[in-house]
Structure formats: C-alpha cells, structure tokens
C-alpha cells in the first residue's frame, strides 16, 4: 500500500504561472486614450474629478458585485402573496449596488442639470469606465440619460421630470414620483409587427376629457427596464405616431396599468430586465405634437446611440485590458507571453481598435457640451450613426479575439470573458441595427448637407497629417460621387459608405490626438484596401510601445 506524501500534495496544489485577477486598478487613470481625450475636450480637474469612479470601478468588490448581478438574474413577480397583481421585478442586491453608484456618480441625468462645460465629457468617460464592471446595468442608466432631451418638447413634462431624473440618489421602488428622491426612466417603442418600423405600430392612443392625457391600448415587444418610474412610449393619436410619458404609478398613488408580459430571454444582457408589455387603459400624457411622435422621441435615441458607442468602447477597453493584463502575467515557452512577437501584434491590434473607438466616443460627447455650435450639431446628426454602425460592429470580433488571448482561461465563466462576449452584438441591435443606421447615414447625406459638410470638415482637420489618411478621405469623397450619382447602388452599398467615412473619422482624430505609433498602425491597417479585419495581421509598427500603452498597472 502507498503512503500518502504531504510534500508531493503540496505541489500538486502549488499554483504558478496563473494571472492574477485583475482588480486594485484605477480604471480611468489607467486608460490612457480615455484621459487624454477628457483633458482634451474637458479639462485636468475632469479626470481628477473621476478619480474615485475608477478607483471603485476597478475593485475587488466592483467586480464581484457584476459576477452576482449576472449570475442571478432578475425574476418576474406578476403578483404579490394575496393575488394583486403588481408586476414587478426582484434583482440581487449586487445590482442595486451598482446601480446605487452609477446614479451617485452622476451617470444618468445629471448633467443636464449641471451648467458645467464640460458636464457630458465628464458623464462619458465615467459611463465608459463604470461600465466595466458590469454592461448590463448600463441599460436604465442610459434611458434616463437619454430621456431629458426628449422630455424638452414639453416645458411643463420637462419641469416635473427632469429635477428627478437627475438627481443622483438611487431610490428603486414602485411609488408615487413625488414620494421618491430620484427617478429612472424607460423607453417603450417597438411592437412585435414593426420592430425598426415604428410607423407600423397598432397601439392605440384614446384622448380623455383631461387636455393632453390620453389611455393607451396595445403591446410593446421591447421595453427597456420595466421596473422604472417613468416611460416614453409611442402610439397611433389621430394625428398619426405620437409620444407619450407614461408614468409608473400615478399622481394618486394607483399603479398604472402596465402588465408585465414576461422577461426577454437573452443572449447576453442578463443582469438587466428587458420586457414585453400589454397596455390596455394605460394612462398616459401626450408629450409634443400629435403626429410628431418620431420627431420627438428622436432626441432619445440620439442620446442612447452614444450610449451604444460609449458601452462598445467600454467592452472593448475591458476585454483589451484582460488580455493585456493576462499576457504580462504568463509565462509561455521560456518567456512572457507579451514578450512574444505574435502576441505583441494581436495586442496591439485590440489596443489600437479600442484607442479608435475611445476616441470616436469621447469626440462625440464633447460634441454633446456644445451641442448648440452648427458645426456640433452637423457633426453628431452624421457622426452618430457612423460610430454607431461601426464601434458596435466591431465589438464582437474584438471581444472575441480578446477572450481568445486567455485561451481556455478566457472559456470559463469565472473569467467574465464569456460575459463580455455575450454581451458583445447588443450596442449593434440595440436602437437601430446596422442597416437602420447606415441608411441613416444615407437619410442625413440627402437630406441635410450640411451633415456631410461638417464631416469634410471634421476630417479636413488632419489634412496633411498622414499620406494614407489623405487618400482615404479622397476615395471616400470619390465613392460618395459615384454612388450619389446611380442612385440604384447606393442603398446596396450604405454599409460599405459608412464603415469607411466612420474609419477615416476614426483616422482623422487618431492622427491629430493620438501618439504617432497608435496613429501609424490605425492608418496603415485600417485605411487600406487590403485590409480584411483579421487582428494580429499588423505589418510594422511599434508595437511594444502600443502594448505598453495599453496594459494596466495594479
């Protein structure tokens, strides 16, 4: 009979060439892109005052409090132990532990309560590196982010909602909004026959004998977080497809009637609710013009699609800083693993995609705190669906190339990976798909010209700066013509016009903001025409130093 050896188990169970989990780092501070862009459009004192958001974003407990929100998922209670029905929704207290910072930290609608110059700058980079922690929880956050804008159609909806929405006090519950210090909003647009095609929706709009209150009848196939306090809902008035706000519980303490049909099962999203509706006696409050409700609401979507390239940029900030993280920390073949010259160009290439999408997300953002300038407001009816179209396209191979980089590592649950992944195609299909957003792009060429003049103008900027961005601007103008001109080919080729105008936007910031290393390989790949997308594909460049850029420093 063998005998047992305390030493041989000991080595058994003896761990080595294990990366460390990555936590202990600051977030912003760590993010190089992202801090030089907030001094860039912002100022020193943005980052500065940022600093305790990365630090608690890139802890222990952060990232254990986004394992659990994801791990159990939110449940669907259609009625309370007596047969009321209450429809609401139960979440682990890990999400309300993100969603109490992410409201403290001013991620939802504080800034446009805050004079600030600088306020939506600030808001960005801190949506951007909270979202690390877990993307989920994002979803809430952005809507009432997102409804302010769209609440400014009506001064009084304005006055009543906007006070709450950006407050900074998370106070989940269903109760009247006077009773609460803070508010969260939803959004509720598409229905099962239209999807994209809001136009096409059946629910029905009744007017009352109350001036501007109407009663909803109908569904909606998607609503964003049904547990919130306030909605805005679109439906068929006599006018045509009008706007709604539609609240949670009513002035005199009554539940609206907002069945809760089931939760969406989904790919990757989990910690977060997503909800079919049946509205049916819904009482709700015109808000702008009967007939004018795309118009309306459009401020909204304008708002989360920016929201859609901050959360894609986050994505891909988190999965690059995991892989980077991951290749300084293991050992392979007699070396590092980021010693290694093929890691070192798949690395770099990630590092390099999510420098190009920070940037793209922080230039848009600024565009927001001077939303008022015609260059600003030119640049972001364009340059939205471009970024939209292109950062959220670019996120599933990027995420996937990532998780790769941590081999069967990066396969396992524990890692959050496999969350990243998942989470990776939602910023594309949420708030317009690819195709709803390149022919955007196409609606706004057509349409508004001076769209496409602030773009030329945009990129103009790094005229002269490099030789292959030069030319790319050039075959873009070239492509424009052609396509303007056989009308037959321009919706097939919208995506093609898109990703390239958004990459030589990208190229264009990089060249002017960037160091020349990040700028020479974004340019080098990126902008020519043989590239087919495939990371680690680099050739030449520095891409030692782009690493070195790019991995966290605990």
């Known amino acids: 009979m063998g005998t047992s050896n305390p030493g041989a188990r000991a080595a058994i169970r003896t761990v080595t060439n294990q990366a460390p989990p990555l936590v202990g780092h600051n977030v912003v501070t760590a993010d190089r892109a992202l801090t030089e862009a907030v001094v860039r459009h912002g100022s020193p004192a943005v980052v500065d005052d940022l600093f305790d958001l990365g630090a608690e974003a890139g802890s222990a407990d952060a990232r254990e409090h986004g394992r659990l929100a994801n791990e159990h998922h939110p ?188 939760l969406k099962d989904k790919l990757g999203n989990r910690s977060n609710a997503s909800s079919e509706l049946e509205l049916d006696g819904t009482v709700a409050v015109r808000l702008g013009d009967e007939g004018r409700g795309v118009r309306t609401i459009i401020d909204m979507v304008a708002a989360t699609r920016l929201d859609c390239v901050l959360g894609s940029a986050s994505l891909m900030r988190r999965a690059v800083s995991e892989a980077s993280w991951h290749a300084a920390h293991r050992s392979a073949f007699g070396s590092l693993l980021s010693e290694k010259p093929l890691m070192q160009n798949v690395l770099a290439d990630l590092a390099v995609e999510s420098e190009a999408a920070t940037v793209l997300g922080m230039r848009l953002a600024a565009a927001v705190d001077r939303r008022d300038e015609p260059h600003e407001a030119a640049l972001r009816r364009i340059a939205l669906p471009l970024a939209k179209f292109w950062v959220c396209k670019r996120t599933p191979a990027m995420v996937g190339e990532a998780l790769e980089c941590l081999g069967g590592n990066g396969y396992v649950e524990e890692s959050m990976m496999p969350m990243l992944y998942r989470e990776a195609p939602l910023n594309s299909v949420w708030e317009g798909s690819g195709n709803v957003n390149a022919l955007d792009v196409l609606r706004a060429l057509g349409r508004e010209p001076e769209a496409l003049d602030a773009w030329i103008t945009e990129v103009g900027l790094a005229r002269g700066g490099d030789v292959r961005l030069d030319r790319a601007v050039d075959d873009v103008l070239a492509l424009l013509g052609t396509l303007l001109g056989d009308p037959t080919q321009l919706e097939v080729q919208a995506r093609r016009l898109a990703g390239r105008m958004a990459a030589v936007l990208q190229g264009s910031l990089l060249v002017r903001f960037a160091p020349p290393e990040v700028a020479d390989v974004f340019c080098a790949s990126r902008l020519g025409t043989s590239y087919d997308g495939t990371y680690g594909a680099l050739q030449g460049g520095d891409l030692r130093a782009i690493v070195a850029r790019t991995t966290p420093a605990a």
């Open 75 to 262: 449940r669907l209670v259609p009625y309370d132990r007596w047969g009321h029905r209450v429809d609401e929704v139960e979440f682990h207290p890990s999400w309300h532990w993100l969603m109490e910072r992410a409201v403290g930290h001013g991620l939802a609608a504080a800034p446009w309560e805050d004079d600030s110059p600088h306020a939506h700058v600030r808001r960005a980079a801190g949506f951007m590196a909270w979202s690390h922690t877990e993307p989920g929880h994002g979803c809430p956050v952005s809507m009432t982010y997102a409804a302010v804008p769209a609440l400014r159609a009506d001064d009084a909806l304005a006055k009543e909602w906007t006070p709450l929405l950006a407050s900074r006090s998370y106070d989940p519950g269903v109760r009247p909004a006077r009773e609460k210090r803070g508010a969260l909003a939803g959004m509720g647009m598409t229905e099962k026959q239209g999807g994209s095609d809001v136009r096409a929706n059946v629910t029905e709009a009744r007017p009352t004998s109350v001036d501007g209150e109407y009663t909803l009848h109908g569904h909606k196939w998607f609503t964003s977080a049904p547990m919130n306090d306030v909605f805005l809902v679109l439906a068929q008035a006599a006018g045509g497809v009008t706007c709604f706000v539609v609240p949670r519980v009513l002035p005199d303490g009554t539940r609206n009637q907002l069945d809760v049909v089931r």
